[in-house]
């Protein structure tokens, strides 16, 4: 009698599912980007990064103990060849409640887009005010984007490289107008597990004309350096991640954030100590000349003036 055979315990998309969906719980938790009663605006671009966090966070909520509502809103900017009815019949299909806005912020983009530039910067702002608005109307107070770990370790290069800054995504930060709490609950999710899982679940992307066809080169530059550097240590991404929440701020040349480090409150303290060094060897001289190293050092103030 032949041994019956058993269908593997999940597949290629559960699989990638559990670990998506592990790692945004974990940020979600870490950093509490979902408060109790809170209305979340989940910002829906058409691309596969947008997909699948509404696709988590809406499995994510069913299970929190408190409620929070999401709202996915898709802003169309009338791009030539544009046709959203796949995304509105999938959010339908699915039961999201959604709104689909339209402006043509396009064409702005395109006037205001000098020769050789990318139009990221432009469409960026624009839609970013957008949807403030739509926000604002909505009830939100929160703001979920779809930012991944490459979006942040690629930021993180570029103004290492090109502004001499020490920055990349937060996972969560308060707009400058305080109105809202923009969040990334994917940041600690892999780019390549997102492209798959996207595949696999069959999402309808949708083209973006301006993005897709304006590659930004300096971040695809950073982004072939972290391949590069897999050379080094397969796992550098990882470790690269892990760095940005495991700061020394006494091991920094940053003059405030030492001066801010100095004045923490009571109890708050470094997430790792410096290991230290035994004395195992007293290492005497065998030869100084230190005649006066032992005399008691004077004050210049103390110094009578000269006549």
């Known amino acids: 009698m032949e041994p019956q055979r058993t269908a593997p315990l999940h597949d290629e998309k559960e699989v990638l599912e559990r670990r998506l969906l592990s790692k945004l719980t974990k940020t979600v938790h870490t950093y509490g980007l979902l408060q109790p009663g809170e209305r979340v605006m989940v910002c829906l671009s058409g691309g596969k990064d947008s997909y699948t966090l509404l696709h988590l966070l809406d499995r994510l909520v069913r299970t929190l103990p408190f409620d929070v509502r999401l709202?996915?809103?898709?802003?169309?900017?009338?791009?030539?060849?544009?046709?959203?009815?796949?995304?509105?019949?999938?959010?339908?299909?699915?039961?999201?409640r959604f709104e689909v806005?339209?402006?043509?912020?396009?064409?702005?983009?395109?006037?205001?887009?000098?020769?050789?530039?990318?139009?990221?910067?432009?469409?960026?702002?624009?839609r970013r005010g957008i949807l403030y608005t739509a926000a604002e109307r909505l009830g939100c107070t929160a703001i979920a984007l779809g930012h991944h770990r490459e979006d942040t370790l690629e930021?993180?290069?570029?103004?290492?490289?090109?502004?001499?800054?020490?920055?990349a995504m937060p996972a969560s930060y308060v707009t400058d107008d305080g109105r809202f709490r923009v969040i990334r609950p994917?940041?600690?999710?892999?780019?390549?597990?997102?492209?798959?899982?996207?595949?696999?679940?069959?999402?309808?992307i949708l083209p973006c004309t301006l993005c897709g066809s304006q590659p930004d080169l300096k971040r695809e530059a950073m982004?072939?350096?972290?391949?590069?550097?897999?050379?080094l240590n397969p796992r550098v991404r990882e470790s690269m991640l892990a760095a940005l929440g495991n700061v020394r701020p006494t091991h920094l040349l940053d003059a405030d954030v030492a001066e801010a480090w100095r004045r923490r409150p009571e109890g708050l303290e470094a997430k790792s100590e410096a290991k230290s060094t035994p004395s195992?060897?007293?290492?005497?001289?065998?030869?100084?000349?230190?005649?006066?190293?032992l005399a008691p050092v004077s004050d210049p103030a103390a110094r009578e003036p000269d006549p």
């Not at 195992?280 to 190293?293: E, G, I, N, T, Y």
Request: aromatic share 8%; glycine share 6%; proline share 6%.
């Open 186 to 204: 994917l940041i600690a999710c892999a780019e390549a597990d997102i492209a798959r899982f996207a595949a696999l679940e069959g999402f309808p």
């Open 71 to 96: 709202v996915a809103v898709h802003l169309d900017q009338r791009q030539p060849g544009y046709d959203g009815t796949p995304l509105a019949r999938w959010l339908e299909a699915r039961g999201h």
């Open 223 to 231: 982004n072939q350096l972290l391949t590069s550097l897999e050379a």
């Open 101 to 126: 806005l339209s402006e043509d912020t396009y064409a702005v983009v395109k006037e205001r887009m000098a020769a050789g530039q990318t139009p990221c910067a432009t469409c960026s702002r624009l």
């Open 280 to 293: 195992r060897f007293p290492a005497l001289p065998v030869r100084s000349h230190l005649d006066d190293w």
């Open 155 to 167: 930021t993180l290069l570029l103004n290492l490289v090109y502004t001499g800054k020490l920055q």
